[in-house]
């Protein structure tokens, strides 16, 4: 399966993007679909996470609120909504896939537990 991260770019902080992933060729499994991002010299952390077809959404703690993960299913696309953006937001963002565990929340926050990544697009806040 290979996923398709796109959205990212550069916005002052306040502002928003909306980050899509898709796949190709593919529809998305019934599991889970997970954001994480990178920032540069920083280990990859999660950021949420939807399951396809449930709905279910798991989000990290300190970004609840200001960021929003969404399905569209006509587009087989998984959306991040992201507001308020700070300057701790920049980093690379990824899409992931193919969670061999999501029943803990702490496989579900773990890049390990992903078998499927996008390739990532940048998002860069300034001042």
């Known amino acids: 399966v290979q996923l398709q991260a796109s959205g990212g770019g550069l916005m002052q902080a306040g502002g928003s993007l909306r980050l899509s992933c898709t796949t190709s060729?593919?529809?998305?499994?019934?599991?889970?679909v997970a954001w994480f991002r990178q920032a540069t010299g920083e280990e990859r952390e999660f950021v949420a996470c939807?399951?396809?077809?449930?709905?279910?959404?798991f989000y990290e703690d300190s970004l609840k609120g200001r960021f929003i993960i969404s399905t569209d299913h006509t587009r087989n696309t998984v959306y991040l909504q992201m507001n308020s953006l700070k300057l701790d937001d920049t980093a690379v963002y990824y899409c992931?896939?193919?969670?061999?565990?999501?029943?803990?929340?702490?496989?579900?926050?773990?890049?390990?537990?992903?078998?499927?990544w996008g390739q990532g697009t940048q998002v860069t806040v300034s001042s």
């Open positions: 060729g593919r529809t998305f499994s019934s599991g889970p």
């Open positions: 939807i399951g396809w077809r449930g709905g279910g959404t």
């Open positions: 992931a896939a193919g969670a061999q565990n999501s029943e803990t929340w702490t496989s579900l926050r773990d890049s390990e537990n992903y078998a499927y």
